[in-house]
């Protein structure tokens, strides 16, 4: 069974920056896809960035050009880099694997208000 762990959340105030990363077990990590996902109160989880096993990467248009998911795949693990943050990216974040979901983890936090 496949555990995934997600860290680096906080507070951070608007305009700043913050990466989250998650740790994945198990030799499927470097041949399988990788998402990031959120959830705000009173929302649907909605997918936030995709990077398959090679490089191509997919975000939601409120992130684009903010947010850089990457993955290092000798350490199984998939980070998001996100700047210029914004109260609105307020959330929960999780990670994933989209093509087939396991059951959902704790998240980390991330809060962003000034």
């Known amino acids: 069974q496949v555990q995934l762990v997600e860290s680096g959340g906080g507070l951070v105030q608007p305009g700043g920056s913050l990466r989250l990363s998650c740790a994945a077990s198990g030799s499927i990590f470097s041949i399988n896809a990788m998402a990031w996902y959120r959830q705000a109160p009173g929302k649907q989880r909605e997918l936030v960035a995709f990077?398959?096993?090679?490089?191509?990467?997919v975000y939601a248009d409120s992130v684009k050009g903010r947010f850089a998911i990457s993955r290092d795949n000798a350490k199984n693990t998939v980070y998001l880099q996100m700047n210029s943050l914004k109260p609105e990216d307020t959330a929960v974040y999780y990670c994933?694997?989209?093509?087939?979901?396991?059951?959902w983890g704790q998240g980390t936090q991330v809060t962003v208000s000034s």
């Open positions: 994933n694997f989209p093509g087939r979901l396991l059951p």
């Open positions: 990077i398959t096993s090679g490089v191509n990467t």
